[in-house]
C-alpha cells in the first residue's frame, strides 16, 4: 500500500494536478499534455517525447485506479457539506424526487 501511496503522489505531481479536481479537469489536463509530449507535435528528440508520453499514460492509468476505487458518499448530509445548499438539494430533487421523507 505505502508504495502505492507513492506512485499516486508522483502521478500527480507529473500530472501536476490541483488540490482539487473533477474527472472532466484531470482528463483535460491529461489530454493537454499528451498533445504537448506526443512525438509527432514535440520539438523535442522523439526518445524523450516517447518516454515522456509514456511517463504521462501511467500517471493517468494510476490517478484513473484512484479515482475508480475512491468511495463517494452520496449521503444528503455529506453533499450537504460539500456543495452548496441549493445545488444539494437540486440534485436530490432532480434523482428522487421532493418526497417530504427527505426531510
Not at 479536481?21 to 528528440?45: T, V
Not at 444528503?76 to 457539506?81: A, G, I, L, V
Request: proline fraction near 5%.
Amino acid at each position: 500500500m505505502h508504495r502505492y501511496k507513492d506512485n499516486l503522489k508522483e502521478a500527480i505531481e507529473l500530472l501536476k494536478i490541483p488540490e482539487k479536481a473533477s474527472i472532466s479537469e484531470i482528463r483535460k489536463i491529461y489530454k493537454d499534455l499528451l498533445f504537448k509530449w506526443h512525438p509527432d507535435k514535440c520539438d523535442e528528440d522523439k526518445d524523450i517525447c516517447n518516454e515522456k508520453t509514456q511517463q504521462i499514460h501511467e500517471a493517468y492509468k494510476i490517478i484513473q485506479m484512484y479515482c475508480e476505487n475512491y468511495p463517494i458518499s452520496f449521503t444528503r448530509e455529506d453533499m450537504d457539506k460539500n456543495q452548496p445548499k441549493e445545488a444539494a438539494f437540486r440534485f436530490w430533487v432532480d434523482r428522487f424526487g421532493d418526497d417530504p421523507i427527505w426531510g
